[in-house]
C-alpha cells in the first residue's frame, strides 16, 4: 500500500476529531473487545495522528501503524510506534496480524477492492477485521470534498467489497443515526469549506453522541452517518 493511494488533505479536521471524547472511545472500544492478548500483532491502518493507537496502547496494547502521510509517519515514530508499509507480503503466518482496524480511511483510497484484499493478505487465518467507513453518498458534504473522500459506502457495499476480499461478516451496522441528520443540516447550510466546527463537535460529542449510540441498535440495518463492519479471515 504505497502514499500515492491515499493520504489526507484535511488535517486540521483530523487534528480536530481529537476532541470527539465520546465518539473516539466508541470506536477503540469496537476494537478492544477482540483483543485477546496483549502480545498479539495488531495493525492500524490509516494511523493519522495516532489517535487510536493511543487510546488502544494505554489500555495495554500497542499496535504496528501503518501510515502513508511522511510528516504523520514522522509524528507517530516520535511517540515509539513501529511504522510499517506493508509492501512485502507476510513470508509466515507469524509475520501476519491477528487483528486490523482501520477508521475512515477506506473513503479516501481509489481501489478500495484491492486495499481490502491487500489487508486480508496481511490478516492470520481466524483473525479479526475491524472497518468504519463514512455512510450514504446523500451525505456528501464539502467536508468529504476537504479530506480527499472518493466516496461514501453503502452497507451493503462495504460488505460485498470484504467478502469478495475473501472475509466473512460477522457483523454489519449503520451508526449514529442522529448524526445522519446532523450531516444533512450541515449540507444544506451551505458551509462551502468543510472546515470542522470544534465547538458544535464537542457539544454533539458530549450531548447528542451518547443518545445515538444508543438509537443505533434499532437503526443499524437502517441508517447513520457511518458503518460499522466486523469481518473475519476464514
Not at 444533512?184 to 463537535?201: E, H, Q, S, V
Request: proline share 4%; with cysteine; glycine share 6%.
Amino acid at each position: 500500500m504505497t502514499s500515492s493511494e491515499f493520504a489526507y488533505t484535511g488535517c486540521d479536521n483530523l487534528e480536530a476529531m481529537t476532541e470527539a471524547v465520546n465518539y473516539n472511545r466508541f470506536l477503540i472500544d469496537c476494537v478492544d473487545k477482540h483483543v485477546t492478548s496483549p502480545q498479539e500483532r495488531i495493525l492500524d491502518f490509516g494511523a493519522g495522528r495516532g489517535t487510536y493507537a493511543d487510546m488502544l496502547a494505554q489500555r495495554g496494547t500497542k499496535p504496528d501503524c501503518l501510515e502513508p502521510d511522511g510528516e504523520l509517519q514522522q509524528l507517530l515514530e516520535s511517540k515509539g510506534y513501529h511504522v510499517v508499509d506493508c509492501e512485502t507480503p507476510p513470508a509466515s503466518e507469524a509475520e501476519m496480524y491477528s487483528l486490523i482496524y482501520s477508521f475512515n480511511v477506506f473513503e479516501h483510497i481509489k481501489n478500495d477492492q484491492e486495499a481490502s484484499e491487500h489487508l486480508t493478505s496481511l490478516l492470520r487465518p481466524g483473525g479479526t477485521m475491524v472497518i468504519y467507513v463514512p455512510a450514504l453518498e446523500v451525505l456528501f458534504t464539502s467536508m468529504d470534498t476537504k479530506v480527499g473522500h472518493y466516496r461514501r459506502y453503502r452497507r451493503t457495499q462495504l460488505n460485498r467489497i470484504l467478502r469478495n476480499a475473501g472475509l466473512e461478516i460477522v457483523e454489519s451496522r449503520y451508526c449514529d443515526p442522529i448524526g445522519f441528520f446532523a450531516t444533512l443540516a450541515y449540507k444544506f447550510a451551505g458551509n462551502d469549506d468543510g472546515t470542522i466546527n470544534t465547538r458544535a463537535l464537542k457539544l454533539y460529542d458530549r450531548a447528542v453522541f451518547p443518545l445515538s449510540k444508543a438509537l443505533q441498535r434499532v437503526t443499524g440495518k437502517m441508517f447513520g452517518k457511518n458503518i460499522l463492519v466486523v469481518a473475519t479471515k476464514p
